[in-house]
């Protein structure tokens, strides 16, 4: 058994961790799944685990107990360990399957909805949806004093390089030209900004980002744009002034209208994907029938789901949906698109047939 549960950031929580739990829905066991918001402390988390986990005892008996108080020793050994190393939040997940020899504990990038519950699967909406609405961005900050390179996701950044190189404002030699210093300063941006391109280019493409920000200086950002290959200038989404003595959480808060605006723009293209799919009779059915016998099928590249599905439908085409290596997306709030298909569409790889 995993008795130390594997941190995971989150830039490295992946499809293959929802189809690794997706599996445990397989069996006919006493699965644990927990998910808790930091956001208001450790007292206030440990307090929810307490208080839920003591409900769920007075409602099974025998060996079900026995795995679920099994469980939740494991679940505080986890959670003494996060405390013991600092971690602060935002929010964590848990997931335990002893039948299995299963522990797993997995960081998130956002504040969850709290839950505790025992069931035959493990919960998976929750997180599928973290996944979806909290995709990494990959970050170039740079003005005059250097430039840092960041893997943001939600409410997290994690430092993967800084590049110190001082770029000088003024010349400290005596006698030069103002022709002079502009020469040596123009070439010190270049090198900083061609090294800084290459540095990241290799970054993001170990991590696999998709979306990119360009955060300083407009005059250092311009540099790095004439250096940065095509492959990432095509996923720039946005620019923002900035200075590296501002803090992280400042950066976050000023990439949010960013980022929610590519996730919205997403959710739009394939929502008109869906319906294009659906007038022409070809790849792309709705409603929680149609979809799920697509899913039974591994027919489903893409599962749209929205707030109109009931909670152990959504649940159940989740779990169909990450264990057929489906992309889940979910499309929050009002859509007029799914409010008239049950909550729920699916873009497909091949045509099905009734």
Known sequence: MENDAKRVTPRQITEALMRELALLAEGDRTVLSVYLDLSQGWDRATGFVARESSRLERLVSGEEREYLEASVSFLADFLKRKKMHG???PGLAF????????????????????????????????????LDEYEPVGVIL???SGARILVTAGETAEAEDSLRE????????????????????EKQVKHLAKELADRAEEIFREEGINRVVLAGHARMIAALKEELPPSLVEKVIGEIPWNLKEGDSELLEKMEPLVEAVEREQEKSLLEH????LRRGGLAVAGVED?????QMGAVDVLLIGDGIAADARERLTDL?????????YVPGKSETLDGLDGVGALLRF???R
Do not use: N
Request: neutral net charge; without cysteine; aromatic residues 8%.
């Open 87 to 89: 971690f602060a939040g």
């Open 351 to 353: 045509k099905v047939r």
């Open 274 to 277: 869906l319906t294009a799919g």
């Open 321 to 329: 949906a990450e264990s057929t290596d489906a992309h889940v997306e």
């Open 95 to 130: 997931f335990a399957d002893l039948g299995a020899d299963y522990v797993r504990g997995v960081e998130l990038p956002a504040p969850p909805e709290p839950l505790l519950a025992v069931d035959s699967g493990a919960v998976l909406f929750p997180l599928a949806v973290q």
């Open 166 to 185: 001082k770029i000088h404002h003024r010349s400290k030699v005596g006698g030069w030209s103002q022709m002079r210093y502009q020469r040596r300063r």
């Open 142 to 144: 740079v003005d005059a």
């Open 291 to 295: 979809a799920e016998l697509a899913l």
